[in-house]
């Protein structure tokens, strides 16, 4: 199992232009799922996280946006949402039933003028299923890029895995756009990008990277084990570590760096120490997600 969608009630999809140089990925739950969020990076672009906190009134979300774009990009969630409204899914009110689609973004500008739109998420939208979720130059990774720390960038992408334990299946999604170079942790390989300058010796580290506005990595954790709101934060901030695993630097002052993790499961909330091994899977499966989001590109 390597993908967010091997996680029962997650459907996903991308779009990606056909220049290749931006895209998006839209998450669907139709049942609703409960989530939370960990924003580790200090330049984010998002949209309705709020609403992801325990004492708001929304219990679930039912789609989530990822997109290239910058700021621009967070239109993407109009079409995720217009998609669901369409089917009647949403946080049902007198007037009908209103999605609840949280977004963010990664920066990928510099790779031209086309950012999506809601059409483009529109597109995702309806893309959206229970197969394996492709990896590579596409999606929200489309125009991703990496290692600028280094002094250049290469080619991001966006990269699944996924782990069962016990009765629970993980899985997850990274849209890989970072400041740093990017390391699998299991061999200790740079696999994009060379050991920043500053690895050993920070005080060494360049005072002025290249294109200091151009990164964020984007993760979406799933789990069909049953949580709280309180509960998926603390997953999302455990699943951060493999972020900072595999990105060297991470959570720059220019990274944007976002986690989310969602639960479609239903019943008891699991107790204190399954969520710990849930979080520590949830980190394993994160930076093995980001490796495979720059080793997969075409």
Same mark, same amino acid.
């Given at each position: 199992?390597?993908?967010?969608?091997?996680?029962?009630?997650?459907?996903?999809?991308?779009?990606?232009?056909?220049?290749?140089?931006?895209?998006?990925?839209?998450?669907?739950?139709?049942?609703?799922?409960?989530?939370?969020?960990?924003?580790?990076?200090?330049?984010?672009?998002?949209?309705?996280?709020?609403?992801?906190?325990?004492?708001?009134?929304?219990?679930?979300?039912?789609?989530?946006?990822?997109?290239?774009?910058?700021?621009?990009?967070?239109?993407?969630?109009?079409?995720?949402?217009?998609?669901?409204?369409?089917?009647?899914?949403?946080?049902?009110?007198?007037?009908?039933?209103?999605?609840?689609?949280?977004?963010?973004?990664?920066?990928?500008?510099?790779?031209?003028?086309?950012?999506?739109?809601?059409?483009?998420?529109?597109?995702?939208?309806?893309?959206?299923?229970?197969?394996?979720?492709?990896?590579?130059? %596409? $999606? !929200? @990774? /489309?125009?991703?890029?990496?290692?600028?720390?280094?002094?250049?960038? +290469?080619? #991001?992408? &966006?990269?699944?895995?996924?782990?069962?334990?016990?009765?629970?299946? %993980? $899985? !997850? @999604? /990274?849209?890989?756009?970072?400041?740093?170079?990017?390391?699998?942790? +299991?061999? #200790?390989? &740079?696999?994009?990008?060379?050991?920043?300058?500053?690895?050993?010796?920070?005080?060494?580290?360049?005072?002025?990277?290249?294109?200091?506005?151009?990164?964020?990595?984007?993760?979406?954790?799933?789990?069909?084990?049953?949580?709280?709101?309180?509960?998926?934060?603390?997953?999302?901030?455990?699943?951060?570590?493999?972020?900072?695993?595999?990105?060297?630097?991470?959570?720059?002052?220019?990274?944007?760096?976002?986690?989310?993790?969602?639960?479609?499961?239903?019943?008891?909330?699991?107790?204190?120490?399954?969520?710990?091994?849930?979080?520590?899977?949830?980190?394993?499966?994160?930076?093995?997600?980001?490796?495979?989001?720059?080793?997969?590109?075409?």
């Amino acid at each position: 199992m390597s993908s967010p969608t091997s996680v029962p009630g997650v459907f996903a999809g991308h779009w990606t232009h056909e220049r290749g140089t931006t895209g998006c990925t839209a998450f669907l739950f139709p049942e609703g799922a409960v989530a939370g969020v960990w924003a580790p990076g200090s330049a984010a672009g998002s949209r309705e996280l709020a609403v992801l906190e325990s004492d708001q009134l929304a219990p679930h979300i039912h789609g989530l946006s990822l997109s290239g774009g910058s700021a621009f990009g967070l239109s993407a969630a109009d079409g995720v949402m217009a998609v669901l409204a369409e089917q009647g899914i949403g946080f049902q009110t007198p007037h009908g039933a209103v999605p609840i689609v949280p977004a963010a973004v990664l920066f990928d500008l510099e790779r031209g003028p086309w950012r999506p739109d809601a059409e483009a998420g529109r597109h995702a939208a309806e893309a959206a299923s229970s197969r394996p979720l492709a990896e590579g130059r %596409l $999606g !929200a @990774g /489309a125009g991703a890029t990496v290692a600028k720390f280094a002094g250049g960038s +290469e080619p #991001g992408g &966006f990269g699944c895995s996924g782990y069962v334990i016990d009765d629970y299946t %993980l $899985g !997850a @999604g /990274a849209a890989v756009n970072a400041l740093g170079s990017i390391r699998d942790p +299991e061999t #200790g390989a &740079f696999v994009a990008g060379p050991p920043p300058i500053g690895l050993l010796h920070p005080e060494e580290a360049p005072s002025n990277p290249l294109n200091p506005r151009g990164q964020t990595t984007l993760v979406v954790v799933v789990t069909d084990a049953p949580m709280t709101k309180s509960q998926c934060k603390i997953l999302a901030k455990m699943a951060s570590a493999g972020l900072a695993r595999a990105t060297y630097p991470a959570f720059s002052p220019f990274d944007g760096d976002t986690v989310f993790c969602v639960s479609t499961g239903k019943g008891t909330p699991v107790e204190a120490g399954m969520l710990t091994r849930l979080g520590h899977a949830a980190a394993v499966i994160v930076a093995r997600a980001i490796v495979r989001g720059v080793t997969r590109g075409g």
